[in-house]
């Protein structure tokens, strides 16, 4: 079956824009989690969202915000970019979501230029 | 990173055995993942401990001791295809459940 795939793979934004990245989750799976990852920071989680519902964030200024659709795909909007979101934007799809094994996008590198 | 703790970097010879550490914080504690990330690719899941004690799997093995807050990853008979990242991850529920990511264990494997 298809993994998870990311869009795009590489965006260059300038401060000030906004972005949206998509995640298409593996087709059953109805939990999209997001992340950010920067070198020597690991993986920072974002928000996690279930059935269209999100039901967990991280500590992440309100400029960070998500949605997920009917069909389990979800889109993330970082509004007024600042040079310190430059990062690798990971999406993970479960089943259930909690402690089952997640499955990971390619991710989006994004660069705020 | 978020109050896991793992070494940043180790090295190890084809062949060998390493150990990489992890300790964690103990409250809303569900869990402890292990991933492995190789350079510019997404990370794959490689061990779920939730009880504990050791569960094997293949040349990868995973500990788990809750009263301590402490896992461990053993790879046994290295490869240079193990040359990773190394994620220790926790699961938190604390009314929500998330997964929290150390910063991760870079392994380099010397012929």
């Known amino acids: 079956k298809a993994g998870v795939t990311q869009t795009p793979r590489y965006l260059i934004k300038t401060r000030g824009q906004q972005v949206t990245l998509s995640c298409s989750p593996i087709?059953?799976?109805?939990?999209v989690s997001w992340y950010q990852q920067t070198p020597g920071q690991g993986l920072q989680f974002l928000f996690e969202?279930?059935?269209?519902?999100?039901?967990n964030k991280g500590n992440f200024p309100g400029r960070f915000s998500g949605r997920q659709f009917s069909n389990s795909r979800s889109e993330m909007n970082v509004s007024t970019l600042e040079l310190g979101d430059s990062a690798l934007y990971l999406c993970?799809?479960?089943f259930g979501g909690g402690a089952t094994e997640a499955f990971f996008g390619q991710g989006t590198r994004l660069t705020v230029v | 990173g978020q109050n896991i703790d793992q070494p940043t970097e180790m090295t190890a010879t084809e062949g060998a055995i390493v150990q990489i550490n992890c300790t964690y914080q103990?409250?809303?504690?569900?869990?402890l993942f292990w991933y492995q990330q190789h350079a510019g690719e997404a990370p794959t899941f490689l061990s779920y401990?939730?009880?504990?004690g050791l569960e094997e799997k293949g040349r990868f093995s995973s500990f788990l001791s809750r009263s301590k807050g402490y896992s461990y990853l053993l790879l046994k008979e290295l490869q240079m295809k193990d040359s990773a990242s190394y994620l220790c991850?926790?699961?938190?529920?604390?009314?929500?459940?998330?997964?929290?990511f150390g910063a991760g264990t870079r392994l380099f494997v010397k012929a």
């Open positions: 993970a799809s479960s």
């Open positions: 087709s059953g799976h109805r939990s």
């Open positions: 969202y279930f059935s269209e519902t999100q039901r």
């Open positions: 103990t409250s809303g504690f569900n869990g």
């Open positions: 401990n939730v009880l504990d």
């Open positions: 991850a926790r699961g938190v529920d604390t009314g929500g459940f998330k997964t929290i």
